[in-house]
């Protein structure tokens, strides 16, 4: 079992900036892919951000390509969403994600969630 804690979110203005950590613990040594995955209001769950930790390759949706960044700290077992420019589009309830194997863009394959943190933008 791999338990997850997601923190940092809260509300910003417009072109602010966030950073949300996903604390892992447990068997963490089988998990193969950490991601982000948000839901906004009457919305679907959907990837933002993948991190494949035996390689170390990152993807991102095409809507936060260039202001998102996923990052992990190994010893710490932590994975960070560093989020810039951030629009009220963004606004959605933001998921930490974990699976065995590789990273894939649907949620349905990830074995392990987050209870989610809320991300608000104001413009």
């Known amino acids: 079992q791999v338990q997850l804690v997601e923190s940092g979110g809260g509300s910003v203005q417009a072109g602010g900036s966030l950073r949300l950590s996903c604390a892992a613990s447990g068997y963490t040594t089988s998990v193969g892919c950490m991601a982000w995955f948000r839901q906004g209001p009457g919305k679907e769950r959907g990837m933002v951000a993948t991190f494949n930790t035996v390689s170390g390759i990152t993807s991102y949706a095409e809507s936060v390509k260039g202001r998102f960044t996923i990052a992990k700290d190994n010893a710490k077992n932590t994975v960070y969403l560093q989020m810039n420019s951030l629009t009220p589009e963004d606004t959605a309830m933001y998921y930490c994600?974990?699976?065995?194997?590789?990273?894939?863009?649907?949620?349905?394959?990830?074995?392990?969630w987050g209870q989610g943190t809320q991300v608000t933008v104001s413009s």
């Open positions: 994600a974990a699976r065995p194997g590789y990273c894939v863009y649907g949620s349905r394959p990830y074995n392990y």
